[in-house]
């Protein structure tokens, strides 16, 4: 079984300045993990994944994420934030075999204050 | 090139009857997944189609059914519905099983239970 943590429901951060949301997953079986951003009304769009290679993830409007296996996080980064980035941020795993269904976090929901 | 649709955009049922939403892939994907995220939550998974076969089923009772039409289209019926089906209900579709080219999901079927 797997789960995914978002240590974080909301985080408030002014424009410009820096942004680290926190993701932790347990899992016994091989996981592939993705962060995905959803806006108000909206469906879910994927940022970035990690399937294998490089721990270092680097995906669409700036964002990257690092995955670190020894202490099973995936967080995710930008170096400088802007208003259009505030929506919600949902971090899932993905078992590399068997049923492939991802298994979301609770999200975090960021706020960018002008 | 349309992304993924779904039918209707909302709409607002009483407890006991029965709904069937829709869910139109994107061109060329053979692959779609349904999740129903309730308020405040991370989606959760219900059903994965692939080739018009059912590939994994998640922790939903027996009112819940899909299936996945020649076209790749897909549907997915609720019986007997109660106020906790209550949610937002997405669509996600991919060109293969797994999700190695990350799922694209669609804007979701808001469905209200009173």
Redesign the interface.
Known sequence: AQSVTQLDSQVPVFEEAPVELRCNYSSSVSVYLFWYVQYPNQGLQLLLKYLSGSTLVKGINGFEAEFNKSQTSFHLRKPSVHISDTAEYFCAVCSTSGTYKYIFGTGTRLKVLA | DAG?TQSPTHLIKTRGQHVTLRCSPISGHKSV?W?QQVL??????IF?YYEKEE??R?NFPDRFSARQFPNYSSELNVNALLLGDSALY?C?SSLT????Y???????TRLTVV
């Open positions: 993924v997944s999740y405040g939550q991370g989606p959760q998974f994965q590939r994994g998640g997405l996600a099983a797994g999700p190695h990350g799922y694209t999901f669609g804007s979701g």
